[in-house]
Every structure is written in C-alpha cells, then in structure tokens.
C-alpha cells in the first residue's frame, strides 16, 4: 500500500477519489456485458460459417472425380476485390466484409465442359466463406482482447482501487478523530492548569 498523509486535504482527496472510482465502475461492468454479448456473438457466425464452408466443401467432394479432366478451375476463380466497412462496438473498431467481388474470368465454352459454371460457383462460395470466417476471427480476436483488458479494469476497480481507498479513508478517519481527540484532551488539561492557576 502507498504511503498517505494523514490531512485533511488527503482525506478530501481519498473521498473524492472514491467517488470518481464507484462513478467509472458500472460503466465498465456494462462494458464488459456487452463484450461478453459480442464476443459470444462473433463465436456463433464463425461456428455457423465454418458448418457452412463444411458443407459447401462436402458438396465440392462430390466433383473430385470432375476435377480429375486436367482442367484448372483454380485460373477461373479469381478474386477482384473485397468490399469493407467498419463498425464500432463497446470502443472497438471491427471490420466488417459487405462483399467479395469476383474477376469475371472469361473461358471458351467448346473446350470447357458443362459443370464448370456450377464449379466456379461452388468455388466462388467457398473463397468468400473463407474470406468471411477471416473477418470474423478478426472481429474475434480484437473484441476478446478488448474484453481482457476490460475484465482486468473491473478487477483493479472492484479487488484493489475501491477497497484501498476505504481503507486509506479509514486509517485517515481514525488518525484525525485521535488528533482531534488529544486536542480536546490537551485544552482541558491546559483548562484544568489556568483554573487551578499553576500556569
């Protein structure tokens, strides 16, 4: 524990300080609630996308033998640019993906057979599901770390700051209240001297 002065002026300060404590502490458990919300939110789109990506990859596995004509769909798959924005949450700037844009990568249809456009589809899905379960991880991992710093914040508040100060405030109380009582004590005696005139 710190070294206090045993004042008026530090006990003022302790009061005060306890207030601006108990005052910022509700904000940061809402904080923290609404971390917790996000963070549990960002978990259920990512569990969500990557059950998506699991079956549009299963339902790709049906075209394993289709990929075996020594034709690179991979050349017809390519990505052009991806569309971002940003939102803010609880103090946190996370990315968000509004759109994946796909070169239209022009093929000849005599020597491409049919299936080719289903697969640059189905291919196309996945990129963005993947591009997608990024962002999302992302938004994850800064919303988690914000949330630590958070849960750290609330813990100094609750388990160190606010009860320091109560006892700061108390040892304070306690050293005036004995200053202030040997001085009543010191004026009666001083009191009891002038009466009896030995001063």
Do not use: H
Not at 134 to 162: D, G, H, P, Y
């Amino acid at each position: 524990m710190a070294k206090i002065k045993l004042t008026k002026n530090e006990l003022k300060r302790q009061k005060d300080q306890l207030k601006r404590f108990q005052r910022y502490l509700p904000t940061l458990i809402l904080k923290k609630q609404l971390l917790q919300v996000e963070v549990r939110n960002v978990e259920l789109q990512i569990e969500d996308k990557r059950r998506k990506r699991q079956e549009s990859f299963a339902e790709l596995l049906e075209w394993i033998d289709v990929f075996g004509e020594n034709i690179d769909i991979a050349q017809l798959v390519q990505v052009k640019g991806v569309c971002t924005s940003s939102t803010n949450i609880a103090g946190v700037d996370l990315p968000i993906l509004d759109e994946v844009k796909f070169e239209q990568v022009p093929y000849d249809l005599v020597v491409y057979p049919l299936w080719v456009d289903a697969a640059v589809k189905k291919l196309q899905e996945l990129a963005t599901l993947d591009i997608a379960l990024s962002f999302l991880e992302k938004q994850a991992a800064l919303l988690a770390a914000e949330l630590r710093v958070t849960t750290q914040r609330v813990n100094l508040f609750e388990k160190v700051k606010i009860p320091e100060t109560k006892e700061n405030i108390r040892i304070i109380n306690i050293f005036l209240g004995d200053q202030q009582t040997a001085a009543v004590v010191r004026g009666k005696m001083a009191k009891n001297k002038l009466v009896r005139g030995t001063i």
